[in-house]
């Protein structure tokens, strides 16, 4: 098949739908990605990628072309600049484009809006457009503490709701979004799939294993942002400093990094040590530092419905999890029974879990189980044969 994809993050940003587009390269087809400028997390834009330079690149076989987008910076209003300048410039470059496609693929992440020029290309050509859901708008924005009563809210549901009843298949990577969007969306639950996240073979369960010492090390490796809710391990790190050998790992980057590092020092933690973000392929000497993974989000209906791409990662790594979060995340860690799982926020319930894992004399058996779980449930090569599947069905 020859796929165009839009997704406006892609490499160097740490997304997945790079690994997704160069796997579906390595399985024969030809792959077309529309994206934007990389300047994800912290609004900078990447080295190498100034004044109009790498606009057009092949990477690992596949064909990237980025549409100009204003850099998020720091602030609402360069949000939704962001978020509006790669909608409007990818979707004037997909009107003019004569490509011919079998298929149209959208990885949606936040913005909803970076689907638009995937929908205009899909009317011009009289294609049809897979849409992967990853994160479900606009209530995305309720986690962003937007209320539901404002105008934002009101007119991001508009135009949320246009854009999910123009596709022609939805992936969603947890099963309550879909009664959700079927529910809220008014959508037809024929063309709305299941299709679990994975997470990139990069790394051997033998490169995680930690080395015994005489500490516990409980490490995050991801975006530090208001969603991810760090607050939570910072209070917790509080309630469980009197642990002398419990040591804490902050890795990767975001808009609320700069937050956490200064609660972290008001508070006197000495054992929070922060690594900033960090390339994927480095990550499993990062992850040999831990005894377990930690996984924190908001307390928000909405997130509850999300699987946070980090949890499969933990899993296929052999990672114990300790985690604060609610739905069907923790329903994963809970049959995997890989770790120890509290509802999201709620400080004194993870800083017990915290104890208890610490006391835990067989920490083996958890990472043996969150393998296992992985290779039952979300092995690379089960997505890709559903993923190809789905692309095959709707193409032409």
């Not at 294609?127 to 859901?133: F, M, T």
């Not at 009563?149 to 007119?155: C, E, G």
């Not at 997130?303 to 296929?316: A, E, F, I």
Request: aromatic share 10%; net charge positive; glycine share 6%.
């Amino acid at each position: 098949m020859k796929i165009l994809v839009v997704c406006q993050y892609y490499y160097p940003e740490p997304f997945r739908i790079t690994d997704i587009c160069e796997e579906l390269v390595g399985r024969g087809h030809e792959v077309d990605v529309v994206t934007g400028m990389p300047n994800y997390p912290m609004g900078k834009l990447y080295e190498g990628y100034k004044d109009k330079a790498k606009r057009d690149e092949v990477i690992n076989g596949v064909n990237v072309h980025r549409c100009f987008e204003i850099c998020r910076r720091k602030g609402i209003i360069f949000r939704f600049l962001n978020y509006y300048s790669f909608a409007i410039s990818s979707k004037r470059f997909l009107k003019k484009s004569k490509n011919e496609y079998d298929v149209v693929f959208v990885n949606q992440l936040s913005p909803v809006m970076m689907a638009n020029g995937a929908i205009a290309y899909k009317k011009k050509h009289g294609k049809k457009l897979v849409l992967n859901c990853l994160d479900f708008w606009p209530d995305s924005l309720v986690a962003g503490n937007i209320k539901k009563s404002s105008f934002i809210y009101k007119h991001f549901f508009k135009v949320s709701k246009k854009i999910y009843q123009s596709a022609d298949k939805i992936l969603v990577s947890s099963k309550p979004f879909k009664d959700s969007m079927i529910k809220d969306m008014h959508l037809d639950g024929q063309k709305i799939s299941y299709l679990p996240q994975y997470s990139e073979d990069v790394f051997s369960v033998e490169e995680c294993k930690k080395i015994p010492d005489s500490y516990i090390d409980l490490m995050f490796a991801g975006n530090v942002g208001i969603a991810q809710s760090l607050e939570t391990i910072i209070g917790v790190a509080v309630k469980v400093r009197d642990i002398d050998n419990l040591r804490w790992h902050i890795v990767g980057d975001g808009t609320a990094l700069e937050e956490i590092k200064r609660s972290a020092k008001e508070h006197n933690l000495d054992n929070v040590i922060f690594y900033g973000r960090q390339p994927l392929n480095d990550m499993a000497k990062f992850y040999s530092k831990a005894d377990a993974m930690l996984v924190t989000l908001k307390k928000d209906e909405r997130l509850s419905m999300t699987v946070p791409g980090k949890v499969q990662t933990c899993l296929s790594a052999g990672k114990p999890i300790i985690a604060a979060i609610d739905g069907a995340g923790a329903e994963i860690i809970e049959s995997a029974s890989c770790g120890y799982c509290s509802p999201a926020e709620e400080i004194d319930a993870m800083a017990e879990n915290v104890r208890r894992f610490c006391l835990d004399s067989d920490k083996e058996k958890l990472a043996i189980n969150a393998r296992k779980f992985y290779e039952e449930n979300f092995t690379k090569n089960e997505f890709f044969k559903k993923l190809e599947l789905f692309l095959e069905e709707n193409s032409k």
